[in-house]
């Protein structure tokens, strides 16, 4: 079955076109998936869906085919399986991207999909209406971190990094080192707590040391850590199948219970 969808991220052209190429940065926003591995064309990963009371994860690969940055379209190839045999699913993904303005790119993906199992049973309407909601949840998890996650978050632990802490803050640091001695965070601000009794000079030599050193394990991960966490999650897919069905078919299922009604109450009085 093909699949279309259109929608707008508030980047550049050239910004969403990164983005876009750099799978390790928005596999996070995809609903129940989890990245595993990605060296630049390649890549593996996991989906985990739950449909009623059956839980599936599917397990699979795929690969950039084309890649046309000066025309920013880009086409993907994916396939998987579910570990407990299941059904499988493979897709071709064309992606098309448009500048609309210095600020706003417009984004087509078509998408042709096979599948075989549990979700084969549900026709091209219903996929066509599900899909449009899990791409509402990732637009808006992208426009987060595109908009401001991704560019904010190292300027502001950089400039943090160059100013001296306060002997309130250093304080706080030594506290927070009882906690777990073992740790280099915590190791540098007890030295930087210790030597708070020292002569002023040294003192601020130590303390500028050890405030260099601390914001570095929040400088390596600006954004949050992505693929974990979508590896737990589990898209329920069902849930949001049934609201699709019931708006689709609720005048057809409602007109069904009157007429069974009607035909109970003329049985009854013969």
Not at 150 to 161: N, R
Not at 243 to 254: D, E, I, K, S, T
Request: some cysteine; hydrophobic content about 40%.
């Amino acid at each position: 079955m093909e699949l279309s969808h259109r929608f707008t991220v508030p980047v550049s052209v050239d910004a969403a076109w990164a983005a876009f190429n750099d799978l390790e940065q928005i596999a996070p926003c995809f609903p129940g998936a989890a990245l595993t591995s990605f060296d630049g064309e390649r890549f593996e990963g996991l989906c985990k869906v739950k449909l009623g009371p059956i839980s599936l994860q599917y397990t699979g690969t795929g690969r950039f085919v084309e890649r046309d940055e000066k025309g920013k379209r880009a086409v993907i190839e994916a396939k998987g399986k579910d570990k407990r045999g299941n059904g499988t699913a493979a897709a071709a993904v064309t992606a098309q991207l448009t500048a609309m303005g210095d600020n706003a790119t417009d984004v087509e993906v078509k998408t042709d999909l096979t599948i075989t199992g549990r979700p084969a049973q549900f026709g091209r309407g219903v996929m066509q209406e599900v899909s449009d909601k899990l791409l509402a949840q990732f637009t808006a998890c992208l426009e987060t971190r595109l908009g401001s996650g991704g560019a904010d978050e190292p300027a502001t632990v950089s400039s943090t990094a160059s100013t001296p802490p306060s002997a309130a803050e250093v304080a706080a640091a030594s506290a927070d080192a009882e906690v777990d001695r073992d740790t280099p965070i915590a190791a540098e601000a007890a030295r930087a707590a210790r030597s708070s009794s020292q002569p002023a000079e040294p003192t601020t030599a130590k303390t500028g040391s050890a405030t260099s050193a601390r914001p570095q394990p929040a400088a390596a991960t600006p954004w949050p850590a992505g693929p974990p966490r979508a590896a737990e999650s589990e898209l329920d897919l069902g849930a949001t199948v049934v609201g699709v069905l019931l708006r689709r078919y609720a005048a057809q299922a409602a007109g069904a219970v009157v007429a069974l009604w009607v035909l109970k109450k003329m049985l009854s009085r013969r």
